[in-house]
């Protein structure tokens, strides 16, 4: 390094500096730390005053300056709004008083006009003139609009009969129709919309809404400035602040010191920049220093001030700021003559807490010391909070732990002795468990395959060393512990069992740890195998028999299904429930009537699955509280169109360990309506009885009317000779009484009698013989007598005549002449026929069939090989294929309830299959009839086949 480019010694200056700091650090490093915290505690405190001197006066000096504007906005704003809500009251009351007159005067026209002194035309053009020669202030009028907002008078000609009621005062006015009302206009020409006022007055009789309209500016002479002076001059901001009031021309109007003329003086001087920002600005606030005569020397002041457009004022408030800020200074003087004891006090606190450092710190020292020299049973003893309560806490707690070591290490040494002594005992216990174990266990090494010893293990890449096995394994794979411990699977591969070599090759192969069951065809046994590797190249094997537990199982799963399979073949719905209703079971049936499949089912409150279910829940509820078997019968259900009724039978579950209830559900829809159907028959029985009976009553005197009538015409027509002699005894011309007895229609008359006779003698016959218990013998009956007879009983039927009569239809005839007699049950085949004829007119009289112009029933016979053919045909709606599937079953019925019970057809069905040995069945399509077909065999006992 050359001479220029070693460094430079430090100055002089410099090494002063350092040697100062060094000396200082020296010194300041060896103080004791209670001489520490008080210097630093002093020092922070005169800073902390110092700083806060600083910052907090002007904070505060700024927030009393900002409370002096807000408290003089605020009492300008009032004096505005009393000055402007003056304004608009003498504005109002000006217009209130105009109005109104000419409201008088319209009034005053319309009384000449009713009492006829002129027309209302008239009326109300004088009335137009008055209004129109009136005008108020400078541009003010007057204008009258009805209650659509239609101007009926305007001083301009050219608006009257225009519509102003898109305008929104127009609105208001026909609102409200009276009142004081303020809006901005803007006539045509103007940029600027001006303030308006206007009062209306609402003139009844000719809904005239007379309105006077002026502009707001040109009232400003109504009122004066004297008449806020008291308001004004009563108003003190601080000690000498005060509110004044000027015009636009800066001419004093107000003031509580001076007066105009000594205002127009200060106006000359250099206090015009005040009075200039007063009157070229509307509002706002600024401070300014101002002179009053007598001062010698001018303050400064803060001012706010508002100007009022329709008057031209300016309003302003005015006060010294020194005044607002004496509190201040007061705080100031007192702060001061406040710190010098302050700060004695402070210090005084400060070298009583820094003692109170000190003193816990020379004990501590102490102890430290002497736990130091090996006096672990050294404690500090101080129960403060503070940090150094915390550090005599921690010295404490480390000694005591300390303390607490030593006694472990002693303890752990004898712990030591008294384990191996429990290891050897645990050994002990541990090979008395192996020992005895139920289940097989061994313990294999995996080892490579030895390629010098082929085997079964061979091909698995694995082998398998013995380590160690229980009697239990031994006595399941033939092995020897004392024997076969250490060598290889490989080795004893042909003492063992195919199963066992099978079980290690998949061991060899599969993941650990392994759990699974499997079974050996050749032992006829089952196992539960779990395999785990307690190190890398060692395996665990634990294999259990099973098998007597998979027997169990298995009766368990037979006779479960066995149970379930007698359940489910059960036509009732039958399922359980646990004690909160939820299903345990459901059986096929359920499934069926429900819809609901038992996956779904099961889990489930049982509510959930049947509207039926749930609206007899309380019956399961009761079975569950009370253990006592409930029922309910002939509980009622709609399916669409189908009225069903169900038996429910609740048992609850008497079993310990279970609580719940078997429910059982079954259709008794047949059997109700079997049930009707026997009262019914019943009922019919009496009735036929009581029939048959009044037949014979009947039959009786219709005997004798007939036979008289039948002598009466032998009497009077017939030529006998007792009929001579009685009429030449009688002197009785006998032509003229055949004359006269055919001019009266005499003879008509009884041969209608005897007609009548005739035909409720067949009726009163064919009751009798339909009343008859049927017998079981069949005999031979002519089929067209048969079929007669059913039609002279349907035409008497008096439920078909409450509809109209049987013989309002047409009955047409198509009778094979080969057929006559067919052995058969007479009043079976009569009943059968009489149901078809029934069924055949309800059909044609049924609203649905009401369009067909004439109702017909066609006959047919035909001679077949083996039978006679009968065919009942109607002309009526018909019907569709699903109804004739189903018109044959029991209860079955297209008619309204309370019409049909649904046997008719099904009892005939009957009859006619399973008596005679014959056949029913029915062609039909909607809209074009049907025809029910009975094919009765001629050979009796024989049966026809379809």
Known sequence: MTPSEQPSPPSRASRRHDSFFSSFKHVYSNLRIRTKFFLGAGALIVLGAVVGWRLTFPLMEDMVQRQAVAELENSVTLLANMVDTSLKMSIKNRLRGIAEKNREIAAHFQVQAASGAMTLKEAKERVAEIFSSQRIGKTGYLYVIDSKGEVLFHPKSAVSG??????????????????????????????????????????????????????????????????????????????????????????????????????????SSSNMSVIEKITENASGSFRYMWKNPGEEEARQKIMFYRTLPLLNWHVAATAYLEEYQAPLANLRTILLLGAVPFLAVMLLVTAAISGSITRPLREIMQAVASGSRGDLSVRIHRKSGDEAGQLAHYFNLFMSRMQDYERDLRNEMDERMTAVRALEKGEKRYRMLFESMQDGFAMFELVPVASDMPGPLTGSGTDFRILEINPAFAQQTALSPARDTGKRLSEVADTLSPYWLRLYRRLASCEMPARFGDYSPELGRFFHVTAYRPEVDVLAVLVADVTEAKTAEEEMRRARNYVRSMIDSMPSVIFSV????????????????????????????????????????????????????????????????????????????????????????????????????????????????????????????????????????????DDLPANLRAAEVCNLDREALACYLEDRGILGFIESIRESGDR?????????????????????????ELIEKALSLASSDYDLKKRRSFNSITIERSYDERVGEAPCSPSEIEQVLLNLFKNAAQ?????????????????????????????????????DRTTSQRIFEPFFTTKDVGEGTGLGLSVSYFIIVQNHGGELYVESSPGHGATFVIRLPLTAGKRLHP
Do not use: C
């Open 162 to 267: 225009e519509n102003f009621s898109h305008f929104a005062f127009i609105r208001d006015q026909m609102m409200r129709r009276m009142g004081y009302v303020e809006y901005m206009w803007r006539n045509p020409g103007e940029t600027v919309p001006r303030a308006k006022a206007l009062y209306m007055t609402y003139f009844e009789p000719w809904d005239w809404i007379i309105s006077v309209s002026t502009y707001r500016e040109e009232f400003a002479s109504l009122i004066s400035a004297q008449d806020f002076r008291e308001d004004i001059l009563a108003l003190r901001f601080g000690a000498s602040g005060y509110a004044l009031l000027l015009d636009d021309k800066a001419t004093l109007l107000i003031h509580p010191k001076i007066s105009a003329s000594e205002f127009s003086a200060l106006t």
């Open 578 to 717: 646990d004690r909160r209703g939820m299903i345990t079971q459901w059986n096929a049936a359920a499934e069926r009537l429900t819809g609901k499949n038992r996956d779904n089912a099961l889990g489930q409150h049982f509510t959930t699955q049947w509207s039926l279910l749930r609206e007899n829940a309380d019956l399961v509820e009761s079975a569950l509280q009370n253990h006592e078997s409930t029922s309910r019968s002939a509980i009622e259900e709609h399916t669409g169109d189908e009225q069903h009724f169900y038996e429910m039978l609740v048992y609850p579950l008497l079993i310990s360990d279970v609580e719940g209830a078997v429910v059982r559900v079954d259709e008794v829809t047949q059997r109700i309506r079997m049930q009707e159907m026997l009262a019914q028959s019943e009922k019919m029985l009496s009735v036929g009885g009581l029939a048959a009976g009044m037949a014979h009553e009947i039959n009786n005197p219709l005997g004798g009317i007939i036979q008289g009538v039948q002598n009466v015409r032998r009497r009077l027509v």
């Open 760 to 784: 409720a003698s067949r009726i009163v016959r064919n009751m009798l013989e339909f009343s008859r218990t049927p017998q079981a013998v069949r005999e031979l009956a002519s089929v067209h």
């Open 843 to 879: 059909a044609l009289f049924s609203e649905v069939s009401t369009s067909f112009k004439t109702p017909r029933i066609t006959l047919r016979t035909k001679l077949e090989d083996d039978a006679v053919r009968i065919e009942v045909a109607d002309n009526g709606p018909g019907m």
